[in-house]
């Protein structure tokens, strides 16, 4: 098979294990089926996300321009504490801003390369998780918005990291931590203005995830250094191909690539 299309991140659905899907402007390709295939990626261009221009992409799947003017990559997106939508006060475009931050948020424990705290919008519940690789996942406070989920974890990052070290997180190592035990130590140190939205019942979500062998030795590969990158999957986990040799490819960090793509 061959195709050429702008890489954007894997859809994926929550079944055992994870189901991963490259999203084709007219179609699917299920990377499951892909394993131990032999697959061709060539970078032949860009298409920026937000302006269709084919300036080289600069971060996000944005252009330079767009990355520092467009409302998706505004500040308050990486720092949920900077949202001021619930005041009525603009970044970039108070319209895209309150339909993105007016609305409910989770502020989650989840088991990556260790324990982490994160945010993310109850609608991305749980795909957030899987493009993290976590193992596991404990929501644990449901807000009216984005501000409000960026304090409570501002708060506890003081007390536990909201980072995933990714190349621990594509080990077979498992962390061997109870989430519901860490939530506990955690919550006395949550705001006063967040503790009204915990969650009286918590579900712990578990994933598994389609990899037939873990590298022992992780390089990471990436197409401003290779045009081309060929190899033989083995494995997904979060937005990573993981190849026999032990490549290991991002497609979310590829986002706006065109590329070239063949599958033996």
């Known amino acids: 098979m061959k195709r050429e299309n702008v890489l954007s991140k894997m859809l994926s659905e929550h ?10 402007k007219d179609d699917f390709i299920l990377m499951n089926e892909v394993l131990g295939h032999e697959i061709t990626l060539e970078h032949t261009g860009y298409e920026c996300k937000a302006c269709g221009s084919d300036e080289k ?10 990355y520092f003017e467009h409302p998706m990559a505004g500040e308050w997106v990486l720092h949920p504490e900077k949202s001021m939508a619930h005041l009525e006060i603009e970044d970039r475009d108070l319209s895209f801003e309150k339909e993105i931050q007016l609305q409910p948020h989770m502020v989650y ?5 260790g324990v982490k705290v994160g945010v993310t919008r109850k609608s991305q519940v749980p795909y957030r998780w899987i493009d ?3 193992d596991e996942a404990l929501p644990f406070l449901e807000v009216p918005n984005r501000y409000l989920a960026g304090l409570a974890e501002v708060a506890l990052k003081q ?13 077979s190592n ?17 705001p006063d203005e967040v503790k009204p939205y915990l969650l009286q019942e918590r579900k712990l979500y578990k994933f598994n995830y389609p ?10 590969v990436k197409l401003d250094q290779h045009k081309k990158i060929e190899g033989k999957p083995v494995g997904i986990k979060g937005q990573y ?5 032990g490549n290991v490819f991002n497609i979310r960090n590829h986002e706006g690539y065109i590329v070239k793509i063949e599958i033996l």
């Open 132 to 134: 993290q690789g976590a």
């Open 241 to 245: 191909l993981i190849f026999e040799n």
């Open 211 to 220: 990899v037939l062998s873990y590298p022992n030795k992780i390089k990471s």
């Open 15 to 24: 079944h055992d294990p994870v189901h991963y899907y490259l999203n084709l």
């Open 174 to 190: 498992k962390v061997d931590v109870d989430l519901e035990e860490e939530l506990e130590k955690l919550i006395p140190f949550l």
């Open 159 to 171: 007390h536990i990291t909201d980072k995933t070290a990714w190349r621990e997180m594509l080990t």
């Open 57 to 66: 992409i600069f971060a996000h799947g944005l252009c330079k321009k767009c």
């Open 109 to 113: 424990l989840a088991k990556t390369s």
